[in-house]
């Protein structure tokens, strides 16, 4: 009868600690529980930039952007602050924390907010980038809101016979990147470029064993006040091709066209 006493004195002994190690472990759980929650929060920039407009004056900007959303809370912490001022541009920064990076977030949605920036001076002419990417310019656009510039810069340089006019209708030609040009007529109203683009693997020179091809296409370019805007593709020699899509195209930029190299 003793040892049974010792018996059930050492199992109640023993339950109370097992008991206890269960405790902690839970209170571990928990804080790990709420360690990985809070980890679900990361810093980001936002997808997009819809616009920027100048407040207060010019001593502010709002800056439109799309985040994440969904039916929990997707954003928090919405920032923007001024980064520095060089060179006649303002770089401003627009940040938030999101749990959108979280598969289980339900953040698969968007909408759009506003982020206003403090510059503490008027904007005056100076160009805005937000977050090194997006720039905009007060210069040409209709106030408040500041103009977005494009892939030429904010003044595209007006239509000329030039090699940089010509690499500025390259870039407004929906042709891949790393595309050469040659010029085959031009006036103060008509370009003509022959566009060549390599396919193929990238590689070295063709007698080292690597072959490779390419793709012609002939753009013709009409003026306009931002530039050289492509309206039609031909690669027929002569003016017959060229003027059955484009028929006011002056005769003394197509009569001379050779066919084009299909490469």
Known sequence: M??????VVVLGAALVVLAGCG???AETDAEATNVATAAAWTLAAPIRIDGVRAADGGRSLVVDAEVPDGARDCVRSLRGELDTVEHGT???????ETRSQDQDSGCTGTRR???TVKLGEPLGSRRVMVNSMDVYTPVGATPPALRQCGENGCDPTPPRCTSSSYRQAVNDTDIPKHTSWE???CDDTWLVLDLSTRMGPACGDAGDGCSSSG??????YQAES???RPVATNGDAGCGGIHKV???LPEHLCASLPRLDRG
Not at 90 to 96: A, D, H, L, S
């Open 23 to 25: 405790s902690k472990t």
């Open 113 to 115: 907010v506003k982020a």
């Open 90 to 96: 303002v770089y401003v920064k627009v940040t938030y």
């Open 215 to 220: 793709v012609s296409q002939r753009w013709f």
């Open 246 to 248: 484009l028929p006011e």
């Open 226 to 228: 931002s530039g050289w």
């Open 183 to 185: 010029e085959r007529s």
């Open 2 to 7: 003793w040892q049974r006493g010792i018996r």
